[in-house]
């Protein structure tokens, strides 16, 4: 472990030069991180990287969930909540469905519950992808939050049909009743268990005597006793996370201080970037072991890539299917109920079908296949489900990862003025909070005003922001007046500091970081 602590250091370096250059060149960082892994794999000399799938799903998995969970609106995810809900179970089980019978009908020796099995692995998006890319392309909100909400849940539903399938394909039997009833098992426990979780932590926080460094190391055990309490009674991990998650997002401002969050967005910020960089790195390192796999099991190359290249063209179709088929059930539905979006035209049904990038989830899944059955025997085509995976997962991110920002600017994807224009509803709030907070303080503290400068200061900031009628945001060249004041009064405190010996630096550094604040409002301005 030792011994290979500077390539993980340089790893992570990597990363952070990667994601630069992604940045820079407006591309979205998984792709560059893939690629970089594949050619960085066969470099000689360099560790071989073996992936431990219990690594990403135990240790990976929960806190990138539980961070996705914890920033998704729950008004957006319940205002969508249909085609959230049909994308990510039903879509899931119609493209599993379809994944498995075209490979046992193309590929040989594969039966239908190992195309089930394949099927359960490739067919949820990944959602890091997604966001990486939307980051640099505006879309409406509306298909953001479809976005976010549907990569929230579709792990949870894919993992479970994988599992159904490893069943089958030890046991070669499928008793539908029995997988009925631990299928509703695992749904309803898993999300029980994460709201049950959720809630002790909650209780924790608020009534233990916690600071914000206590709260923050709180928050990143959740998700991990979300999960593994989840496991251990055969219930989905994944869905205990993102229900526990909703809810403590939900309830933040109840149990969490204002330094607890503050602090706390910007470690789970760090720590998911980091994550997320790794992830992607370490699926590009692990080709030569998959590669090696595929030699010993005796199959071709070239057939390999055939296959991998036939079951990413059916996860496509697939999806491009579930759109519009979305789209008809939507114009059949408003003849009888009140729909979110009556009439969502052919555009965002094309861009839906086209945002399938695969990632971490599938290629986890694809780990855990174990390489021998209860019997001893071999697992059948292990190594080929594998190189698969791997295909597919490559071949979306390069394929569909970038031309996806292309085809939402051709497409230009009309708002439906779901929400007023940034710029006026920051306006309208702030005009609306600066009348709320005046009449708080000239209602509930008119006599104090008289009395307490700071108070009259504060009313008068108030009444200010309320009767400003010109422009609320400052101009570029006021903004570069006011950063260079605040950096010149950093450089004052510093000198400060040096030349007086007798002064306290804890009140120099109180100091600078209300400046470092100050710089921070500037963001919002």
């Known amino acids: 472990m030792l011994d290979h602590f500077p390539f993980y250091l340089s790893m992570v370096l990597s990363i952070v030069l990667l994601i630069m250059l992604a940045n820079k060149i407006k591309v979205a960082y998984p792709v560059l991180l893939v690629i970089a892994g594949l050619l960085a794999g066969f470099i000689p000399g360099l560790p071989v990287i073996h992936i431990d799938p219990e690594l990403i799903f135990v240790i990976f ?71 990486a890319i939307l980051k640099f392309v505006k879309v409406p909100k509306r298909m953001a939050s479809m976005l976010e909400g549907e990569s929230l849940l579709n792990d949870a539903s894919s993992l479970i049909i994988f599992r159904f399938a490893m069943v089958a394909v030890a046991t070669g039997q499928f008793v539908w009743y029995e997988a009925a009833g631990s299928f509703a098992w695992m749904v309803a426990g898993g999300a029980g268990i994460g709201l049950l979780v ?65 602090r706390g967005v910007t470690v789970w910020s760090s720590l998911v970037f980091v994550l997320n960089g790794l992830v992607f790195l370490l699926i590009g390192l692990d080709l030569p072991e998959i590669l090696e796999g595929l030699r010993q099991e005796g199959s071709s190359l070239s057939m390999a890539i055939g296959y991998g290249l036939l079951i990413t063209a059916v996860l496509i179709a697939a999806r491009f299917l579930s759109a519009f088929g979305a789209l008809i059930a939507t114009y059949i539905a408003r003849n009888f109920i ?30 855990s296949i174990p390489v021998h059955l209860d019997n001893g025997a071999l697992f059948p085509h292990r190594n080929l489900i594998l190189f698969i995976t791997f295909v597919v997962i490559l071949t979306t991110l390069l394929l569909q990862g970038l031309t996806l920002p292309y085809l939402i600017k051709k497409i230009d994807l009309p708002g439906n003025d779901d929400y007023l224009p940034e710029d ?30 700071i108070l009259k200061q504060m009313a008068m900031k108030w009444q200010a922001k309320r009767d400003e009628s010109m422009e609320v945001d400052m101009s570029a060249k006021s903004k570069e007046i006011y950063l260079d004041l605040l950096q010149q009064q950093r450089q004052w405190l510093l000198k400060r500091n040096e030349e007086d010996k007798h002064m306290d ?21």
């Open 61 to 131: 998995l929960p806190p990138l969930l539980y961070e996705a969970a914890w920033m998704t609106s729950w008004k957006e995810l319940w205002r969508w909540r249909r085609i959230v809900t049909s994308f990510a179970f039903v879509v899931v089980f119609f493209t599993a469905l379809s994944v498995a019978i075209i490979a046992n009908s193309f590929i040989p020796g594969f039966s239908l519950a190992l195309g089930f099995l394949l099927g359960g692995i490739v067919s949820p998006p990944d959602a890091v992808s997604a966001s």
């Open 505 to 525: 630096e804890d009140v120099i550094r109180k100091h600078l970081h209300k400046i470092d604040i100050e710089e921070e409002k500037l963001r919002y301005l």
């Open 338 to 367: 009140t729909v979110a979006e009556p009439n969502p035209g052919l555009k965002a049904p094309l861009l839906l079908g086209w945002t399938g990038m695969r990632g971490v989830v599938s290629l986890a899944a694809a780990l």
């Open 424 to 453: 006026e509803s920051d306006k309208l709030i702030q005009e609306e909070l600066a009348k709320h907070s005046l009449n708080h303080l000239t209602t509930n503290y008119a006599d104090e005003l008289d009395h307490h400068l």
């Open 198 to 262: 959720g809630w002790v932590f909650m209780k924790a926080h608020k009534l233990l005597p916690t600071d914000a460094n206590m709260d923050i190391i709180l928050t990143i055990i959740t998700p991990y006793v979300m999960y593994i309490a989840a496991e251990e009674v055969h219930s989905s991990g994944v869905l205990a996370v993102v229900s526990g998650g909703l809810l403590l997002s939900n309830k933040q401002h109840h149990f969490l201080s204002s330094s607890s969050r503050l």
